[in-house]
C-alpha cells in the first residue's frame, strides 16, 4: 500500500469504516470527470479496474469493455462491492493442468465419461504389465535347470538327471543358478516380445499405407459421384477426412462411425444414397425435358443460318 494511504488509514478503524462509507455513498463518487482521487484509483484497481475501464462478461458471454464513468450508479455500487468479475478474476480457478485437461477431452472429440474410461484401462494396463507373466514361470526349478541344461548341451536323460542331483546337493547355489537362469530366460521373453510388437506395428504401417494409396487411386479414377463433378480440392479434403490421423492414430471418419447417428447416416447412404440421387436426376431430367417441349419453336434469321428450334442454338 502506498505512503499516502498508510497516513490516510491511521485513524481509527470505526472512523476508516465511517469514511468508507461516506466514500461510497456520495454522489460525487459517481460523477462523470475523470477518475483522478489516488483512493479512488487505489479503490478501482483492487477490483481489477484500470484507466477507468472495466471487462465483464455479457449475457451472450462475449467479453465487453465498460467506461466506470458510463455505469449507473447501482452498477457502480455492484463493482464496489465485488459483485461484478473483472476479466482478471474469471478465470474459473483453473490452474494449467486442468486447463489442458479440458483441451485434451476437446480435441479427442470424447465425453468426460469416455476419457475416464479410457484413463482407467491406462491404469489396469500399467499395473498388468508390473505384474507380468512369463511362460517360463510355469516351470519349476528342476525342471527350468533340466531345460537350460538340454539346451545348452547334448546331453541324454540320465545325464540331465544327474548333473540336477549334483546340484540339488547344494541347494543354497542352485536357488542362486536357478534365478539366474530364470532372469536370463525372461529378457529373451521380453526381447522376443518386443520384436513380435515391432513386426506387428510394421504391418499395421504397411497395411495403413497401402489403405492410403488405395484412396488415393479411387480418387484419381472417380471424376464425379452420382452425376456430381468433384474438384480436386473436394477429394483432397475427403483422403484426409479418411486417412489423417491423431496423435492416438485415430482418423475423423472413425470418429464419427464410433457415433451411432453418424454411423446410421453412413448406413443409409450407403443401401439408398444411388437410388435417392438417381431420383432426383431423373426429376431434374424430366422438367427440363418438359420446358424444352413446351417452349414455343421460333424461326430466327442469324445471317445465312436458319434456326428452326433450340436444339439449333450453340
Known amino acids: 500500500m502506498d505512503a499516502e494511504l498508510d497516513d490516510f488509514f491511521d485513524e481509527s478503524p470505526i472512523e476508516l469504516e465511517e469514511e468508507k462509507e461516506e466514500l461510497v455513498q456520495s454522489d460525487d463518487l459517481f460523477a462523470d470527470s475523470p477518475i483522478e482521487d489516488d483512493l479512488m484509483r487505489e479503490l478501482l484497481e483492487s477490483r481489477g479496474i ?34 461484478i468479475s473483472s476479466e482478471e478474476t474469471n478465470d474459473y480457478d483453473l490452474d494449467t493442468s486442468e486447463i489442458e485437461l479440458l483441451n485434451i477431452i476437446r480435441n479427442n472429440n470424447m465425453t468426460v465419461n469416455e476419457f475416464l474410461e479410457a484413463y482407467k484401462e491406462n491404469i489396469l494396463s500399467a499395473v498388468s ?34 548333473e540336477l542331483n549334483k546340484e540339488l546337493s ?30 506387428q506395428e510394421n504391418q499395421r504401417v504397411e497395411q495403413y499405407n497401402q489403405f492410403v494409396e488405395s484412396m488415393i487411386t479411387v ?20 483422403l484426409s477426412y479418411l486417412a489423417e490421423l491423431d496423435e492416438n492414430g485415430v482418423s475423423a471418419f472413425y470418429k464419427e462411425l464410433n457415433n451411432p447417428q453418424r454411423l446410421y447416416e453412413a448406413a443409409w447412404f450407403l443401401r439408398y444414397g444411388k437410388e435417392a440421387f438417381d431420383t432426383l436426376i431423373n426429376a431434374y431430367e424430366s422438367e427440363i425435358a418438359k420446358y424444352k417441349k413446351d417452349k414455343p419453336v421460333k424461326a430466327v434469321s ?8 433450340i436444339y439449333d442454338l450453340h
Open 50 to 83: 484500470k484507466d477507468g475501464k472495466i471487462s465483464i462478461l455479457g449475457e451472450d458471454g462475449e467479453e465487453q469493455i465498460l467506461n466506470f464513468n458510463e455505469l449507473s450508479k447501482e452498477e457502480k455500487l455492484d463493482i464496489l462491492n465485488g459483485s
Open 219 to 238: 480418387a484419381q479414377d472417380t471424376p464425379e459421384l452420382h452425376g456430381i463433378l468433384l474438384e480436386d480440392e473436394e477429394k483432397n479434403n475427403i
Open 170 to 199: 547344494n541347494p543354497d547355489i542352485f536357488a542362486k543358478k536357478v534365478s539366474k537362469i530364470r532372469e536370463e530366460y525372461k529378457t529373451l521373453e521380453d526381447e522376443y516380445n518386443k520384436n513380435e510388437l515391432l513386426v
Open 129 to 162: 504389465g508390473n505384474n507380468k507373466e512369463y511362460t517360463i514361470d510355469s516351470y519349476n526349478d528342476n525342471e527350468l535347470f533340466l531345460l537350460d541344461l538340454k539346451n545348452k548341451y547334448d546331453l541324454s536323460d540320465s545325464e540331465l538327471e544327474d
Open 302 to 309: 442469324r445471317g445465312h443460318k436458319e434456326i428452326k428450334s
